[in-house]
């Protein structure tokens, strides 16, 4: 089965930090570029950020570009996403999908003072 499971969000006061995890089913063909998504409630999704295959040309949206930062390990394939001095706007729901499309169930994100 082709899928990905997310995990690592949870509840935090504004300036914390959070890593967020996504973890490719072995089937999956994980030689692509890699990407995060956030959706707040009743807005659309929106991209943050993106890792190439190699791992060393990452993108980041401008919202979070100095305090996100997406990696991964070419081992246990699994892609992260570093999230420091979080705002109030960071909370969502945040999946990772791949570059064909695939998309996890998400983990929420909440940051709340």
């Known amino acids: 089965q082709v899928q990905l499971v997310e995990s690592g969000g949870g509840t935090v006061h504004p300036g914390e930090s959070l890593r967020l995890s996504c973890v490719p089913s072995k089937f999956m063909e994980t030689d692509s570029l890699f990407s995060w998504y956030r959706q707040a409630p009743g807005e659309g999704l929106d991209w943050v950020a993106s890792?190439?295959?190699?791992?060393?040309?990452?993108q980041y949206a401008s919202s979070v570009r100095g305090r996100f930062t997406i990696s991964r390990n070419t081992i246990n394939k699994t892609i992260y996403l570093q999230m420091d001095n979080l705002k109030i706007e960071d909370t969502a729901m945040y999946y990772c999908q791949d570059h064909y499309g695939v998309r996890g169930q998400g983990t929420q994100v909440t940051v709340s003072s």
């Open positions: 890792i190439s295959p190699s791992g060393y040309v990452p």
